[in-house]
């Protein structure tokens, strides 16, 4: 190693042209990085959607989602699958298994689209063949430009903006939601057609043939060719009512216009979009996979700027992608600017000016190397890349400190400047090795953490790797190289810090000498700090103090209509529009749906609404999210409409991965009455425990049906058939599209149905007119019995088999998931009529602590196994690691004292903290024990402690310094990577006072086992 640096030494151009090609393409590749606020991530879910119209919530379950789930349930890789099955919509969700990697996903992806492929008995009705969608973090929009007027000045503007704005760089699609297309309805008269002696399924056939286009072949001659073609199409919607339905025997036809007008509607969606309190619709923005969030949404932004809106329009951009991304890039990079200018301060005070200057080269150095290495490999700029960068930039000094501290030691000695240079490195490169590759080691796990989560976090340690072994060869090869060219080969060491070595090495004396004392009040505090992590400190991987808005969902009685549903929410808007506006960005709201997507296209459900309120970022706020839901919903259950809904719910949009509810309980039987009794005894159970509330289940009692029941003899006598009757009646009351009119620029369908009159009669239903394959009319009142009943407006599966979901919301001050999840498992623990199956946040919780569990034992063993190898010993490991559980205290304290509670980032500082504080351990013993002919002595021991106080302080201080602005948001705060940054910050505090004392007490008692 010594001949290796001095050649670098003596050859100074070679290392500052390396300097030149880092900084170089290091910038080039941080101004080309995509700038996202979470790394793209495939969430592991396939959807598979069909859209049956007019068919009931039963009829969809039997001949959709029950083929579907016989199709996939037996691929390879499923982790499990739920479905709904709504009128007119079935959905399925496939949850891969949660480590199958990237090539198993699209293979399990491909084969389910496939077998979706191949059922041959889906009903013929379904719009189009079964979507299958694979969803990842880029399916989910970027901007919801939230429009508010009236659909006649919407319908043409929206659909052209949606065309336009999907053609601009970086946009994948733009999603319109509440706005149908326009349909032409022919609307038809019964009392008329059967005057005319025609029903629905002569006229659908008879605008069938007549709107036809094609080409008859080509005709040949000697001197030409030319080409037969017939196009009969509609060339606008009036013309069809000049088709002629059918001949009357006087020899004059009978037109379309003769029993039926003409109206203009929008497609029914059975939804409707109100955005910041009035009627209107959206487009949600999804970005390309591989576009800069900040660059799509700033050409989104200038497009729109030069864009007239139509009178009586309003336009609000909510949920903005590239705010939450500024903010996040701009704060974490305004605290990461703050810790490196304290890191140099602190250098500078300690060093002269020029090793100080050349200590702290080896940030911004580390950082660009591994920037490159992240571009290369086609990674984002996000926030968890940047929280990576923050929690190494103190540690990137550190071995670059000791080196700098032993060749000023040298220097101190009078070596010349290359000599010390030299030697520096290669008396200390195996402990700077070691000390880092423990630090690589302890993170290392975490790449591979497992989970959802651990698909959001792994970059961290990542970063935290690469960063370290790019900062390994600069402290090496370019460092010794810099200082062994400052002016002046001999230097004194600071007086402050000869004082502050005297004064150390008088207290380890003291602390040696009373070694039993010194042990046990370790120990006292040490089981303290247990007590109070069992019994005060709350378990949360993802706290919720940076959600910027939160979700009402609202129910009213079975059978209300859309528009009864629609003046709820609008006494709720009022409450919403309450909130200040330096609180509020916006809210938009989906009636019709209970579903918590944003890009839900269809409504099935009318008696149910979504309000979606989005807040202005955190940091700009006096309260949090959940403070102002509450206020919120305190208000609204103190309306008099209160009185009016069977349900009314609310919670904070999630910031972070999805973990699904506070806690859910799967009651999973295919019996209805079992069911439901089992559902209501959990729900009574769950309102009687303190901390829970908001107690409900999904089961949604759908409006009254109409059943009929046909006398198939009867029927048969008459010579029609069974669709017959079903086509008739589709044609009567939801409609069907009988054929389109097609131009350049749009597509218009044509729906068949009675006209409004006749709907909403229930006895037109029996008079309806129908004819035989004789021409005959039939009516249908002796063929059919009308039965009305009750029904289910949504039917669920869990893996194939029927449930409903009980869940609620927790005080997490009183209750928390894991103590809900323990006491429900208690509590029917002997339950064997129905199975019980539990979701939500409490198994998620367990699933990511006992991944940061395991994670935290390899990362022991593998410090252990480098420790082991460096020093060539199997004791010396023991008493390095020796350090770790009582580093621990100094996290565990100081998230109780700022009462936080112990999420997943800070069990990532605390697995992270172990290769840390070993770093120092292991130069201290390796100082004092690297001379093997050397006896072990207290007097050595503190000698040995002493030479390394200078470079433990120095690295521990540069590494807080480094934290600090972070852990207190001086350059603004992150929920996620400021409890991150405080629990490392204060866990290396009280680790360097264990380094400092604890670990040369422990060597003293060892010695006697060390020189043998």
């Known amino acids: 190693m010594k001949h290796i640096v001095r050649f670098f030494v003596e050859r100074p151009m070679w290392a500052n042209l390396f300097i030149?090609?880092?900084?170089?393409?290091?910038?080039?590749?941080?101004?080309?990085m995509r700038k996202e606020a979470f790394p793209e991530v495939n969430l592991g879910q396939i959807i598979i959607t069909s859209i049956y119209p007019g068919a009931s919530a039963a009829d969809v379950e039997i001949n959709v989602t029950v083929p579907i789930e016989d199709a996939i349930k037996e691929q390879e890789g499923i982790k499990e699958f739920t479905s709904y099955s709504r009128e007119g919509i079935s959905i399925v969700s496939i949850t891969a298994d949660e480590d199958l990697p990237a090539e198993s996903f699209q293979k399990l992806r491909r084969d389910i689209d496939n077998s979706i492929s191949n059922i041959s008995n889906l009903p013929k009705e379904l719009k189009g063949k079964p979507i299958v969608d694979e969803l990842t973090s880029s399916d989910l929009p970027i901007l919801e430009l939230a429009f508010s007027g009236p659909y006649e000045e919407l319908k043409d503007f929206v659909p052209?903006?949606?065309?336009?704005?999907?053609?601009?760089?970086?946009?994948?699609?733009?999603?319109?939601?509440?706005?149908?297309?326009?349909?032409?309805?022919?609307?038809?008269?019964?009392?008329?057609?059967?005057?005319?002696?025609?029903?629905?399924?002569?006229?659908?056939?008879?605008?069938?043939?007549?709107?036809?286009?094609?080409?008859?072949?080509?005709?040949?001659?000697?001197?030409?060719?030319?080409?037969?073609?017939?196009?009969?199409?509609y060339e606008k919607p009036e013309n069809i009512l000049d088709t002629i339905i059918r001949m009357s025997p006087d020899g004059y036809g009978v037109k379309l216009r003769e029993v039926a007008k003409l109206e203009y509607h929008p497609e029914d969606l059975k939804l409707k979009v109100r955005n910041n309190g009035s009627s209107g619709a959206s487009l949600l923005i999804i970005k390309k996979s591989n576009a800069d969030i900040v660059k799509t949404l700033d050409g989104v932004s200038e497009f729109l700027d030069k864009k007239n809106l139509p009178p009586n329009v309003s336009l609000k951009k909510l949920n903005d992608g590239s705010k939450l991304t500024r903010n996040r890039i701009g704060l974490v990079m305004g605290n990461s600017a703050i810790g490196f200018i304290l890191v140099v301060i602190v250098l500078f005070l300690t060093f002269d000016i020029q090793t100080a200057i050349w200590t702290a080269f080896g940030i911004p150095f580390s950082l660009l190397g591994g920037m490159i290495i992240l571009y290369m490999n086609g990674q984002s700029l996000n926030m968890f890349v940047l929280g990576g960068f923050i929690l190494v930039v103190g540690m990137l000094v550190d071995d670059a400190i000791v080196i700098s501290d032993t060749i000023k030691s040298l220097l101190e000695k009078g070596y010349d400047s290359v000599e010390a240079a030299?030697?520096?490195?290669?008396?200390?490169?195996?402990?700077?090795?070691?000390?880092?590759?423990?630090?690589?080691a302890a993170f290392s796990p975490l790449i591979s953490l497992g989970g959802l989560p651990g698909k959001f976090i792994w970059v961290i340690p990542l970063i935290v790797i690469l960063s370290l072994i790019v900062s390994l060869v600069e402290s090496y090869f370019i460092l010794p190289v810099h200082l062994a060219h400052v002016k002046g080969h001999r230097t004194q060491k600071k007086v402050f810090i000869e004082k502050l070595e005297n004064k150390y090495e008088s207290f380890l004396g003291i602390v040696l000498k009373h070694k039993p004392v010194f042990f046990f009040s370790v120990f006292i505090v040490f089981f303290i700090t247990i007590i109070i992590t069992k019994n005060f400190i709350k378990k949360d991987p993802f706290p919720q103090e940076g959600s910027e808005g939160f979700i009402i969902n609202v129910l009213l009685p079975k059978g209300s209509s859309l528009e009864k549903t629609e003046s709820i929410v609008k006494e709720i808007d009022s409450v919403i529009q309450k909130i200040p506006s330096e609180e509020l960005d916006g809210f938009s709201s989906r009636i019709g749906t209970n579903s918590e997507s944003v890009q839900t296209e269809m409504g099935s459900l009318p008696n149910t609404a979504v309000i979606f309120v989005y807040l202005h970022s955190f940091e700009n706020r006096k309260r949090t999210a959940e403070e102002i839901r509450k206020s919120i919903a305190l208000e609204i259950e103190n309306l008099p409409i209160s009185k009016e809904l069977t349900s009314?719910?609310?919670?904070?949009?999630?910031?972070?991965?999805?973990?699904?509810?506070?806690?859910?309980?799967?009651?999973?039987?295919?019996d209805s009455i079992k069911r439901k009794k089992k559902a209501e005894e959990i729900k009574e159970y769950l309102k009687s425990l303190e901390g829970v509330y908001d107690v409900d289940d999904d089961e949604i009692e759908g409006k009254d049906e109409l059943n009929l029941q046909i006398d198939h003899d009867l029927l048969a006598s008459t010579g029609l058939t069974v669709e017959d009757v079903l086509n008739t009646?589709?044609?009567?009351?939801?409609?069907?599209?009988?054929?389109?009119?097609?131009?350049?620029?749009?597509?218009?369908?044509?729906?068949?149905?009675?006209?409004?009159?006749?709907?909403?009669?229930?006895?037109f239903l029996r008079d309806i007119p129908i004819l035989n394959r004789m021409g005959q009319e039939i009516n249908l009142s002796p063929i059919i019995k009308i039965n009305e009943s009750g029904s289910t407006d949504e039917f669920k599966h869990y893996n194939g088999k029927r449930y409903m979901a009980v869940f609620g919301n927790l005080d997490k001050d009183k209750m928390t998931p894991e103590s809900i999840l323990n006491l429900l498992k208690e509590k029917y623990s002997s339950e064997r009529e129905v199975r019980l199956e539990y979701s939500g946040e409490p198994i998620e919780n367990k699933k990511i602590f006992s991944n940061l569990g395991i994670a935290a034992l390899f990362a022991i063993v593998s410090v252990y196994l480098i420790i082991a190898l460096i020093f060539n010993s199997y004791l010396k490991p023991v008493l390095v690691l020796s350090a770790i559980p009582l580093g621990l205290i100094?996290?565990?304290?100081?998230?109780?004292i700022h009462g936080m509670a112990l999420s997943m980032f800070v069990g990532i500082a605390l697995i992270g903290l172990m290769g840390v504080i070993v770093n120092n351990s292991i130069v201290m013993i390796y100082t004092s024990t690297d001379d093997p002919e050397q006896k072990i002595t207290d007097e050595v021991i503190i000698q040995g402690?002493?030479?390394?106080?200078?470079?433990i302080l120095l690295t521990t201080t540069t590494t807080i310094l480094g934290l600090f602005p972070t852990a207190y948001g001086i350059g603004g705060y992150d929920p996620v990577l400021s409890p991150m940054s405080l629990a490392l910050m204060y866990g290396l505090l009280f680790g360097t006072l264990v380094v400092l004392l604890f670990i040369p007490s422990v060597h003293s008692l060892m010695k006697g086992a060390l020189n043998k």
């Open 20 to 32: 030149f090609f880092v900084f170089g393409i290091g910038i080039l590749s941080v101004s080309k």
């Open 160 to 233: 052209e903006l949606q065309d336009e704005l999907t053609m601009l760089e970086g946009v994948s699609r733009v999603k319109s939601v509440g706005l149908g297309d326009e349909e032409v309805h022919i609307l038809v008269d019964p009392e008329k057609a059967k005057e005319k002696y025609v029903d629905f399924l002569m006229i659908s056939q008879a605008i069938r043939k007549r709107n036809l286009g094609g080409s008859g072949g080509t005709l040949k001659s000697f001197l030409s060719e030319k080409k037969i073609v017939s196009y009969e199409k």
């Open 422 to 440: 030299s030697r520096a490195v290669e008396m200390v490169w195996a402990p700077v090795l070691a000390s880092s590759a423990t630090t690589m």
């Open 648 to 670: 009314f719910s609310s919670h904070i949009i999630r910031f972070g991965p999805p973990l699904g509810r506070p806690f859910e309980v799967r009651i999973i039987h295919n």
């Open 729 to 763: 009646i589709g044609f009567s009351f939801e409609g069907r599209v009988v054929t389109d009119l097609v131009t350049v620029d749009k597509k218009i369908d044509f729906r068949m149905r009675l006209n409004e009159k006749s709907r909403a009669d229930l006895d």
């Open 890 to 896: 100094g996290v565990m304290l100081s998230i109780f």
């Open 945 to 951: 402690a002493k030479g390394r106080l200078r470079p």
